[in-house]
């Protein structure tokens, strides 16, 4: 992409499970340039193209956002969720979800969830608004590697 070439468009991170998903974290580096939008291309062409030669493999292109908070909700692709930094140090945060996301922030088998444990570099825990008898996901320890 000449965007990525000369530096308009800038990866932040990539989270991937081989031959299933990706997450690509971006931003502009250029004002009025909307980075998930150059990613994707017209009508998804340019992402399209990428998971073609990825084989099949789904590509999430995200807005990165230095709001932490921001960044994990961009990544987990809940835009009614709720993002609060529990522990700034440790990278710790906890997501609220409405119960029907639930399922949908944990992805199938999880593997959303751990995308975006790995893109962020973040510790999750996801709980329902309710907090309806649902056990928090937690990443295990050492899983935050920015926060060591």
């Not at 790995?118 to 920015?146: D, E, F, K, W, Y």
Request: glycine letters at 8%.
């Amino acid at each position: 992409m000449p965007e990525l070439a000369n530096g308009s468009v800038e990866i932040i991170a990539v989270a991937r499970e081989p031959g299933l998903l990706a997450k690509v974290a971006v931003r502009s580096r250029v004002r009025g340039i909307n980075a998930v939008a150059v990613c994707i291309g017209w009508g998804g062409l340019r992402i399209a193209d990428v998971e073609k030669r990825l084989c099949g493999e789904h590509v999430s292109i995200i807005a990165y956002d230095s709001d932490t908070a921001r960044y994990v909700i961009n990544a987990l692709g809940i835009k009614s969720a709720i993002a609060e930094v529990i522990n700034p140090e440790q990278r710790r945060i906890r997501v609220y979800v409405n119960p029907d996301d639930y399922a949908r922030a944990l992805g199938k088998v999880g593997h959303n969830l751990r995308l975006v444990r790995q893109l962020t570099s973040c510790s999750i825990h996801i709980r329902t608004a309710t907090g309806a008898n649902r056990a928090p996901m937690v990443a295990p320890p050492g899983s935050c590697p920015r926060s060591q």
